[in-house]
């Protein structure tokens, strides 16, 4: 995506992943400001949604997957989505039982901070990243597979974690888009049939998948503004700063302990998580809180700060991950 900087990402220094960095930030800052200043209105956010969710996003997770030599390994395709299951389920846990200690009571905040926190930026800013530090589609192609066990403990135990009941209709959830267009570009790069795809249908899915990372950026930065304006989501200063505290500082460690854990076969992993360990919370959280009758304001409270943060600590995370396991 940035070849200058590509050349440059021998070294990983802090300064070279900040660079890398950057353009995310950028985007999602000035889509914040221009919603914000009235610029942009949340009501042209429909279509472009719709286009993102079923056409943008299925196309570039289709592109990454298909070709990749990384994924012809049956150990590449079976333990990035476990692991990725298995951390967020740890974010949940570790969470839930310090809002506790915070003195969060359930039906006030507890179950949606612990929801909040445990689940990290794992699409539209941790692909963009992934792509710029490490060339080529091999370790952004694990990172999707990867993200497919996330999504299946947010729609499982995340949903139940923030509503406090048994996720209904999880099942159909799964079978979004993005998730079958993952599932199908799998099947076509095992069995070699995406070879087989005409040319000019392959650039159609080429222009459409790259419009998916700048456009997520752009509704996500609109919709924090959105959030961040709907009333006073300041009150209780502890729950920021804890955010911050575990999601930026607690379970970075934890993760950087897995990644050192996993073998050195699955180096494109390893890599997945130390980037996911450098990011901050995730977006969804703050409309799935208010769609299952969770605490909005402290999805945004967690959200807002450690998005801020995050753009101090992310380099920080990265460069300390990657020399753990010897590519610092």
Known sequence: MYPALAAATASYSYTTILLAALPVFAVTGIAFALRWKGKWEEKGDGPLLWMLVHVFFPCLL?????????????????????????????????????????????GAGRRTFAFAVGIFNYGYMAIPLVEALFPGNKTTGVL?????????????????????????????KLMNPPAMALLLGLVANFTGLYQYVPTWLDRTIGFFGNCGIPVGLILAGGTLAEVVKAGDWRENARVPVMGVVLRLMLLPILFLVVASLLPASLQELRRVVIVQAAMPAGMLPIVLAKHYGGEPRVAVQVVVATTVVAFFTMPLWIQIGLGLIGEG
């Open 144 to 172: 999707v597979v990867h993200n497919l066990g996330i999504e299946m403990a947010v729609w499982t135990v995340g949903i139940m974690l923030v509503s406090g009941e048994f996720a209904k209709g999880f099942v159909s």
């Open 62 to 106: 289709f592109r990454l997957v298909t070709g990749n030599p990384e994924l012809m390994n049956p150990l590449e395709v079976v333990w990035p989505p476990l692991v990725g299951f298995s951390l967020i389920i740890l974010g949940f846990i570790v969470a839930w039982l310090i809002a506790g200690w915070m003195g969060l009571k359930v």
